[in-house]
């Protein structure tokens, strides 16, 4: 109906919405707006604010359009997340970066990479993430799920990157080559860690494979590298939710022993 013209006011009240506010109209006090039979809308109104709360949840509890009917801004109410532009991105994507340059791995070892590869050494010594003065990574199918420190502590230091928030991983992609043929199996890992500055302070526990190359931690496939390519993927992710305060560390098991270079480059927004 696109106007109340010649009807009357029994045969349209329904779709006239209104404040309920004892004829006073639009105060400062912020009213659900409702339909003329009572029902009741998600939106509310005051002279000075506007709230939408919906009466169930949506994927698109609040859609903003252009004149094309592109969606511009989305409340995705369901999973509490807001979305915008053209590609609906979620408002506080970021990006997190793992790697290592031209390392020489020993074969069937996961190596720990660097999360933050603008780490670098000033003696000239390499990085070798050895704690404890061995490849704590271990030589399993996975990356061991935990490590308690007795020496060599800095070499853990740039490996680890404690959450400062809840995150939610969107996708982890990974750029590698290597001096000649070789596979290599990544695997992105959660741990509990002790902070403080006690004598445990840093050991890692209960750890959790949060992404890897291959469809599960139980099912890997390795990538194919070498000196006449990029190889270039994702990582499956099979937990995506990350609490705060917990340790994320990447790890590298190559077969070989020919240098490699890594750079992984994790999507992930708050939540």
């Known amino acids: 109906m696109a106007s109340f013209t010649g009807n009357a006011l029994k045969d349209v009240y329904k779709d006239i919405l209104h404040t309920s506010n ?21 939106l509310h109104l005051s002279n000075r604010n506007l709230k939408v709360q919906p009466a169930a949840d949506s994927t698109t ?15 995705d109410s369901t999973n509490d997340i807001v979305k915008a ?8 994507t970021q990006y997190h970066r793992f790697g290592i340059f031209d390392f020489s791995p020993t074969s069937g070892e996961h190596h720990p990479l660097i999360y933050s590869p603008t780490i670098t050494n000033t003696n000239d010594s390499d990085f070798t ?15 061991a799920t935990s490590l308690t420190l007795s020496s060599a502590a800095h070499e853990l230091v740039p490996s680890i990157w ?46 959790v494979v949060l992404a890897q190359t291959g469809s599960s931690s139980g099912s890997l496939s390795p990538v194919t590298t070498g000196d006449d390519r990029v190889s270039i993927g994702t990582l499956t992710i099979n937990t995506a939710d990350v609490a705060s305060g917990k340790a994320i560390v990447a790890f590298a098991e190559a077969s070989d022993t020919d240098d490699m270079t890594i750079n992984l480059s ?6």
């Open 266 to 271: 994790l999507k992930y927004h708050l939540r």
């Open 61 to 75: 509890n609040t859609v903003i359009f252009d004149a094309d009917g592109n969606a511009l801004l989305t409340v």
């Open 162 to 207: 404690i959450l400062q928030g809840n995150i939610t991983i969107d996708e982890v992609q990974y750029i590698m080559g290597s001096d000649a043929a070789s596979t290599v199996n990544i695997h992105i890992m959660q741990y509990d860690i002790v902070t403080g500055a006690g004598s445990t302070a840093g050991d890692l526990s209960n750890g």
């Open 85 to 92: 532009g053209i590609g609906q991105h979620t408002l506080n």
């Open 129 to 143: 993430g050895e704690a404890n003065g061995s490849a704590w990574g271990g030589t399993g199918t996975n990356p």
């Open 22 to 42: 004892s004829n006073s109209g639009i105060s400062t006090t912020i009213k659900q707006i409702t339909c003329g039979d009572g029902d009741t809308t998600a």
